[in-house]
């Protein structure tokens, strides 16, 4: 009988109660808001150079000005021209209207020193002139100090005949047509309003400026 009962009895149904976390957990209730990370804006600063072929941005006196200071290497250099000017009609020809200018250039003592001072300090340490002006006198007072070179090899070793002259020949006419193509060139180009890049001599020329 009271196997029969045990067997009969309904089974009471569980029954889960959900618990009300009024007060939940410190642990559960951390913010879980997402970190907004504060970044200033990054500001691109983009300078725009001028184009320095743009002859329009040249002012024609800096042209001029930049211009008439290539002649300062070249007449202070005319003597490495002997040979070359004697033997070919065209190069005198070019050279025949500076004759006077060279004369006068080389009537002043200590010429191509006191010239190199006052290109220096009056144009190239000068802020008034514009950048363009003091660049190109830079150039030509670099290209009149390299002369010291080849004037020290005419010194050290001056040959009478022989393959001695036929290489003093051969320097003296390079030196005096390198300074005959960079008289063309920077001459010709600050004329144009363009930047003459001199080889060797602009590399240097920028780093003093």
């Known amino acids: 009988m009271a196997m029969t009962n045990l067997l009969s009895t309904t089974p009471t149904p569980l029954t889960f109660s959900l618990i009300n976390l009024k007060h939940p957990s ?3 209730s951390l913010s879980t808001k997402p970190r907004t990370a504060t970044r200033k804006p990054r500001t691109l600063t983009v300078q725009s150079k001028g184009n320095k072929n743009d002859d329009s941005q040249t ?3 800096d042209r001029l000005i930049s211009a008439v ?15 070359v000017i004697t033997q ?29 001072i006052t290109l220096y ?75 003459p890049r001199l080889p060797i001599v602009a590399d240097a020329a920028e780093q003093v400026m």
Request: with cysteine.
């Open 26 to 28: 410190p642990l559960l």
């Open 69 to 83: 200071t290539y002649f300062f290497p070249f007449f202070d250099g005319i003597q490495y021209g002997k040979y």
């Open 121 to 195: 300090f009056v144009v190239v340490r000068n802020p008034n002139f514009s950048r363009y002006v003091r660049f190109n006198t830079m150039q030509a007072i670099i290209l009149d100090t390299l002369l010291i070179i080849p004037d020290l090899v005419v010194r050290g070793f001056n040959p009478k005949d022989g393959i001695g002259l036929d290489f003093m020949m051969s320097l003296d006419s390079t030196v005096f047509l390198y300074l005959l193509v960079c008289l063309v060139y920077g001459f010709g180009s600050c004329l144009f309003g363009q930047v």
């Open 59 to 61: 002012d024609p006196a």
């Open 88 to 116: 070919f009609t065209p190069i005198q020809t070019l050279v025949q209207p500076l004759i006077p200018s060279i004369r006068a250039f080389n009537s002043i003592p200590f010429n191509g020193f006191l010239v190199f």
